[in-house]
């Protein structure tokens, strides 16, 4: 790959130079990107392309501004990094828009994420309507997150939670002490809880439904806290000391946990003794009666938030000749949803929680606030804006791409759609493969000259010319009936789908789809298992990895402990375990880092001075097998363990395991890799593998959510080999699908629409592909035929 020549003054030749990156897995990368195009990054999944875009151009872009910042105020912004890069010349300021997920507050909604609220608010606060003799309120009365305008009562949640008897006590035969009050903590917390009612006189022993009614009211609800002394029963191997022990009511502690506890599994236990309902005061609202008395167009603050943007634009326009001050602020608001319209999220209300949206949803909110923000001269970095969009979605992403480019920014994005990179102005493609195979420029230039590169996987897809191969489709062994569905956008909608047939299901952004398949239960008839693959984070710590939750790491502690080494010091299959205290690193507790304060600066994370990131103790890596130690086992890529385990009679289960992870093309992760590296898709990957290694008797039904989400065409292919395979084997797979070349290999596909939200929630054809690519009212439809022919 010849690189163009550098001028005197790399500042100002139009091109980001990038010379000896090195993060991860790319080897000593040289490439030079133009400026003030729309740049295209590629290449199979874990080739290295997100290295060299966000871990090396945006990272060192970032790098670069931190430097002018005061370094107090650099401990309040997150910091990627410093990048392994030798050098990088012409960068531009860089901003990000990745496909993180929001964090999962009930108080981030689409209004905040967008600013949409703020204008909403000042709508109400300067043209809306007041009852007479109201005063005027600023804006932050209209919001729920201010004191000035939560309901006082619900504290602007708009929800209250509530126990009742029956929750809390599911099993009223049972006394106190064999476990009656369900919502009690376990363990010594649970038994002192216990011997404090006993202290206090109340019978621990009686069957629950004999206790007077004012004794389980107050055992259960009362607000008082008293403390007694109590003088525990003493046990046969030691003597327990009387202590000062205080009651709380089961009520008291299910609410407090689920408020405050930060253990995850704790609020989740406590939600299950607790019922949710609008809020008394305010209906829902969330707000205070001052703020709900006032309105415009007749709607109060709150009824405007629940509208789907597009029917919020509309009644916005209607009124903005109300006054002056109504017109600008109409105005504003308009232009703004029409942004986000404009990306095919016209379905969304500004009330809708951030926690339930896709990640591609939330990137491109945020894109169309920075469509907005009038920036120039900066280096866009996006990760897979095209994620969880429909072909038609796509066009109109295209476009809000082009603006941001004729704005005067470069916007370097990372993607797999090939409309996306047949419409870019220059394509980097990184391969030839992922993980230690891949990790080079293979391709830096216009996407026309990327024909004939030798070993480009994306080219073989993209200039792929020849007729589509015709595969027969699958004569269904009968029908499972959906429905009738209502919910969401869902009026009483009744689907059919195959048995033992691969079926897709289609239809643009918030057209119904995800709500139809939800809806698919285990009583089903004919489904003797129901698998669900959804993209959720396999774990939420760096603690739970691939290894951990395949099940392999467990017999790859046993391979380990048999071991003549590990049999001669007497350490079992728990030594080799760095989730608990004996064979892990103390230091670090077996995560192999430890935070660095440092003064005026951001806590870092650095790898463990006493075992440099290997998360066991000294004794413990002393302990090989084949030649390797358990942490040099968990850094091998899923490829070379497989080569490591083969024909090891002793290591079957885990030769198992990784076969599965290796045919849904993930030979090029790390076992040890954590879970919050993984992307969703490489997460979905994980959860098919872990089903397909295991022996599967009768019919399952397999519902997938996505599946090709973040995959490279090529790694399309292999994905499909497998989901196939299942219905070859007597299984049916149905999968919410955007990608055209997925759904036109399906048996039958289930088109929803026509739009979105209110213009969708119906099923507007149905039938094998070239059924539904006749279909007159499908936007499926145009897109299904092009791939299709004649």
């Known amino acids: 790959m010849s690189l163009p020549p550098s001028s005197s003054d790399p500042r100002h030749d139009g091109f980001v130079r990038v010379r000896g990156a090195r993060e991860h897995n790319l080897k000593g990368v040289d490439v030079d990107v133009p400026r003030d195009v729309l740049a295209v990054f590629t290449g199979v999944s874990g080739s290295g392309k997100s290295s060299l875009a966000f871990g090396t151009i945006y990272a060192e872009a970032q790098r670069r501004y931190f430097e002018s910042v005061a370094p107090y105020a650099r401990r309040l912004i997150h910091q990627v990094g410093a990048p392994k890069v030798g050098a990088i010349s ?143 029963v003493r046990d046969a191997d030691r003597i327990q000391r009387p202590y000062q022990g205080t009651y709380m009511s089961a009520n008291r502690y299910v609410l407090k946990t689920f408020a405050d506890s930060r253990s995850q599994a704790l609020r989740a236990k406590a939600e299950k003794f607790l019922s949710s309902e609008p809020c008394p005061v305010c209906g829902g609202a969330r707000l205070r009666a001052e703020a709900l008395a006032v309105t415009f167009g007749g709607r109060t603050v709150a009824d405007m938030a629940r509208l789907p943007l ?189 048995v033992g047939a691969f079926t897709a299901v289609t239809g643009v952004s918030g057209s119904g789809k995800s709500t139809l398949i939800g809806e698919v239960s285990v009583e089903l008839p004919g489904v003797g298992r129901l698998v669900v693959v959804d993209q959720k984070p396999i774990g939420r710590t760096p603690r739970s990895n691939l290894a951990t939750y395949t ?102 289960a885990v030769l198992r395991s990784l076969r599965t992870l290796l045919d849904v093309g993930l030979g090029y992760l790390r076992l040890g890799q954590p879970a919050t590296e993984l992307s969703g898709g490489e997460a979905q990957r994980i959860k098919l593998a872990s089903e397909l290694q295991r022996v599967r008797r009768g019919h399952t039904l397999y519902l997938l959510d996505e599946p090709t989400t973040g995959l490279h065409p090529a790694d399309v292919e292999v994905l499909l080999r497998q989901l196939h395979g299942l219905v070859d084997a007597g299984h049916s797979v149905v999968v919410v699908e955007h990608d055209m070349s997925v759904v036109a290999g399906a048996d039958w596909v289930v088109d929803m629409g026509p739009g979105g939200g209110g213009a969708g929630g119906l099923v507007v054809a149905a039938g094998p592909p070239a059924v539904v690519a006749a279909a007159a009212m499908s936007r499926t439809a145009p897109y299904l035929q092009r791939l299709l022919g004649d």
């Open 90 to 232: 012409g960068l531009p300021p860089a901003v990000s828009l990745q496909q993180s997920r929001s964090a999962p507050t009930s108080r981030s909604s689409v209004g905040t994420v967008t600013t949409l609220s703020n204008s909403l608010r000042m709508l109400f606060s300067r043209a809306g309507a007041y009852p007479p003799g109201a005063e005027r309120l600023d804006s932050d009365s209209f919001s729920p997150n201010t004191a000035a305008g939560a309901c006082p009562h619900c504290h602007g949640l708009g929800q209250v939670h509530r126990t009742t008897e029956e929750l809390l006590v599911p099993d009223p035969s049972l006394s106190i002490r064999e476990g009656a009050i369900a919502a009690w903590p376990g363990a010594w917390q649970g038994k002192n809880l216990r011997d404090v009612l006993d202290a206090l006189g109340y019978d621990v022993d009686r069957p629950w439904r004999d206790l007077a009614q004012a004794d389980r009211d107050w055992i259960l609800f009362t607000d008082e806290q008293p403390v007694v002394t109590v003088h525990p």
């Open 551 to 652: 099940g392999l790491f467990d017999v790859v502690r046993k391979v380990f402990a048999t071991t003549d080494e590990a049999k001669e010091r007497g350490y079992g299959v728990g030594r080799f375990s760095f989730n608990v205290a004996g064979g892990r690193c103390e230091t670090c507790q077996g995560e192999g880092f430890v935070s660095v304060e440092l003064l005026f600066l951001p806590s870092t994370y650095a790898p463990c001075p006493d075992c440099g990131g290997a998360r066991y103790n000294p004794r413990t890596l002393e302990v090989t097998y084949r030649g390797r130690n358990i942490a040099e086992v968990l850094d091998l890529t899923v490829e070379s363990a497989a080569g490591f385990f083969a024909d090891d009679d002793a290591a079957k």
């Open 310 to 498: 597009t029917e919020l634009a509309e009644i916005l326009s209607a009124h903005e000749g109300d006054s002056e001050t109504a017109r600008v602020l109409t105005d504003d608001l308009c232009s703004r949803i029409a942004t986000i319209t404009e990306l095919g999220l016209g379905y969304l209300s500004p009330d809708r929680p951030t926690p339930t949206l896709s990640s591609g949803e939330l990137q491109r909110l945020r894109l169309a606030t920075q469509l907005r923000s009038g920036l120039f001269g900066v280096v866009y970095v996006l990760d897979e804006p095209s994620a969880g969009l429909h072909p038609a979605d796509t066009e109109s992403l295209l476009t809000v791409l082009d603006r941001l480019k004729a704005a005067g920014n470069s916007v370097f994005v990372v993607e797999h759609q090939l409309d996306v990179m047949r419409h870019a102005d220059w394509l980097v493609d990184v391969g030839p493969l992922a993980g230690e195979h891949g990790g080079q420029v293979l391709h830096s230039g216009p996407v026309a000259d990327l024909r004939g590169v030798e070993g480009s996987a994306t080219g073989r897809f993209l200039f792929d010319d020849g007729p589509r191969a015709e595969r027969r489709v699958r004569e269904p062994r009968g029908w499972l009936k959906v429905g009738p569905v209502t919910r969401h956008n869902l009026h009483d909608v009744t689907a059919e789908l195959p």
